[in-house]
């Protein structure tokens, strides 16, 4: 009884009995021995083992930390015991305080820290979607919808990619020999893909009509060609209404190279007072095998004035209705009132230089004029255009040239044509006759003024 007495009171994992701490709160009877307050003990209560009042203690902490974790519970269930009620306790021999030996200093054992409260865990938060990263408060989700306001939702599966079950075949190229032999098809090769995205672009919705002024300071550097050449790519690539007027005041050749259909003249358009179709329209133009319609200038020995900015402002308030672009080669001068009156309309601008160090001066200068007389947001939606007039090779590094083009004009719209056969006989230009390389160029081109359609700052 002796080792047993000493094991439980001076062992460190004991615990505290009740006359140690008077104070403390007893649990409710049934769980631990304790009786609830005003009720007598009994008589007949026998002395417990040891052993058994070890089970006691150890069950009226665990009931303690119970009562602490879970204060709500206990809170008008359990009647807590005052400190008095521990004298009702049966003494049954085992709950003496021990008394320290002579001259030995007695520790009182203090019972162990609580166990820190943790803070209850907050509610499940409501979520949407099946992955981690698409777990979105209910609450967000709320306000998104809330600010989408009344936008459709067909509308939102434009925008969804959809991959086409069948792959286009090639139509050129190795890949295009293998398909035709083996009927193994291998898709589109990269220049075809390329290809495929500037027709993309060049379909561009354009707002209004869109008008496109082609412009160089010296003659003889392809504008003619370039002109006939661009109308023809944009035309056969969206194949809607493309017109293009020769505002070039020092008779000009648009419709000898785009292949003259019609005597008519821009003078006649503008006389006739009864133009209400489009048909009204075509009887003044001529169109050539990519359906491009041009409108020709009055031949110069008959112009009894110059072409000048009320005839071009008159000329396109008619055609506007009616065409969905509108092109006008222009002459050599920039102070010329047909050159005016072509600058305060148009909503692009190509600049033509030939690849040589005197071209590329006066397209310098072109630039350099632009920015200097108002026309500082045109210049950012300009172009560029190198052209090989002549075979060989130029006495001028042109990739340097495109360096210092780049500079004034935005990335990818400085473009170098190379020298054509077809371009240089001087007749009627035909796309299809076109080298692959000039004609690649050109429509490359179309796709970077194409990029302007639908920008805000539009004339």
């Not at 021990?98 to 200093?105: E, F, K, L, S, T």
């Not at 979520?127 to 979105?136: E, F, M, N, P, T």
């Not at 002024?213 to 392809?222: A, D, P, Y």
């Not at 006759?433 to 000039?438: D, N, Q, R, S, V």
Request: overall charge negative; hydrophobic content about 35%; aromatic content about 6%.
């Amino acid at each position: 009884m002796s080792a047993d007495y000493d094991r439980l009171f001076h062992s460190p994992d004991a615990v505290q009995t009740v006359d140690e701490e008077p104070n403390r709160e007893l649990p409710p009877a049934g769980r631990d021995g304790v009786l609830p307050q005003g009720t007598a003990p009994s008589a007949d209560t026998s002395a417990p083992t040891p052993a058994a009042h070890a089970r006691t203690q150890t069950a009226s902490v665990s009931h303690q930390s119970w009562q602490t974790e879970n204060p709500s519970q206990v809170t008008g269930q359990l009647q807590p015991v005052p400190a008095r009620a521990a004298q009702h306790v049966p003494n049954n021999g085992m709950m003496r305080t021990p008394q320290a030996p002579n001259g030995a200093r007695h520790e009182q054992r203090q019972p162990p820290p609580p166990a820190p409260r943790t803070a209850p865990a907050p509610p499940p938060s409501h979520y949407y979607g099946d992955g981690a990263d698409q777990r979105v408060p209910a609450q967000t989700q709320t306000t998104s919808a809330a600010s989408m306001g009344n936008h459709r939702a067909i509308d939102a599966l434009a925008h969804v990619g959809v991959r086409s079950a069948v792959k286009m075949p090639s139509q050129r190229g190795w890949r295009h020999w293998v398909y035709v032999m083996t009927r193994i098809n291998l898709g589109l090769s990269p220049d075809e893909i390329y290809e495929l995205d500037l027709f993309t672009r060049i379909r561009r919705n354009a707002r209004d009509s869109y008008q496109i002024g082609v412009f160089g300071l010296k003659g003889g550097v392809g504008k003619t060609a370039v002109t006939v050449a661009l109308g023809s790519a944009l035309s056969s690539i969206r194949g809607d209404r493309i017109l293009a007027i020769d505002a070039d005041p020092d008779g000009g050749n648009l419709a000898d190279r785009a292949g003259r259909q019609s005597a008519a003249t821009i003078a006649d358009l503008l006389s006739d007072q009864e133009l209400h179709r489009y048909n009204d329209i075509r009887a003044y133009t001529s169109m050539n095998g990519s359906n491009l319609e041009v409108l020709s200038s009055e031949e110069y020995s008959a112009a009894r004035r110059e072409f000048n900015d009320d005839d071009w402002r008159s000329a396109t308030d008619i055609v506007s209705r009616y065409y969905n672009l509108v092109l006008a080669d222009c002459g050599a001068g920039l102070f010329q009132p047909g050159a005016r009156g072509v600058l305060s309309t148009v909503s692009g601008l190509v600049i033509v230089a030939s690849a040589s160090i005197d071209g590329a001066r006066q397209a310098a200068i072109t630039m350099d004029w632009l920015r200097q007389n108002g026309y500082q947001d045109l210049l950012g939606r300009s172009c560029v255009v190198v052209n090989h007039v002549t075979p060989g090779k130029p006495n001028i590094d042109v990739e340097d040239l495109v360096q210092q083009f780049e500079r004034h004009v935005p990335a990818g719209r400085v473009i170098v044509l190379p020298w054509d056969k077809h371009i240089a006989a001087g007749t009627e230009i035909q796309l299809d006759l076109l080298g692959k390389a000039f004609r690649r160029k050109v429509v490359e081109l179309a796709a970077a003024l194409s990029d302007d359609f639908d920008r805000l700052e539009r004339r």
